[in-house]
């Protein structure tokens, strides 16, 4: 089993950084994969950062490269989502989900979500 609890969000304007954090805890954190999702109202669930067991590997889609990225710190069982130059279409609950295997942007992939936290970009 692992836990995981985001933290992170709120209400920023157009243009700013925010970075999420998401803290796991149970089993060993470095046999899972790592995937922020975020999930806007009447949209899909959809991947938006990836980092692979040992951090060697990260993946972020197209629509995201340049703006978002993904990090975890080993010590204290973290991963972080750094959120860059932020418009309202980014608007979501943005969810921290592990799995035992590689990244996957399939939802169905992941074995543990967290609660989510909210983002709202305001212009």
């Known amino acids: 089993q692992v836990q995981l609890a985001e933290s992170g969000g709120g209400l920023v304007q157009a243009g700013d950084s925010l970075r999420l954090s998401c803290a796991a805890s149970?089993?060993?954190?470095?046999?899972?994969?790592m995937g922020w999702f975020r999930q806007a109202p009447g949209k899909e669930r959809e991947l938006v950062a990836g980092i692979n067991k040992d951090g060697s590997t990260t993946y972020v889609p197209d629509s995201a490269q340049g703006r978002f990225s993904i990090s975890r710190d080993y010590s204290n069982g973290m991963v972080y989502l750094h959120l860059g130059n932020l418009n309202p279409g980014d608007t979501a609950v943005y969810y921290c989900?592990?799995?035992?295997?590689?990244?996957?942007?399939?939802?169905?992939?992941?074995?543990?979500w967290g609660q989510g936290t909210q983002v709202t970009v305001s212009s």
């Open positions: 149970g089993r060993a954190f470095t046999d899972y994969a």
């Open positions: 989900a592990a799995r035992n295997g590689y990244i996957s942007t399939s939802i169905n992939a992941y074995d543990y």
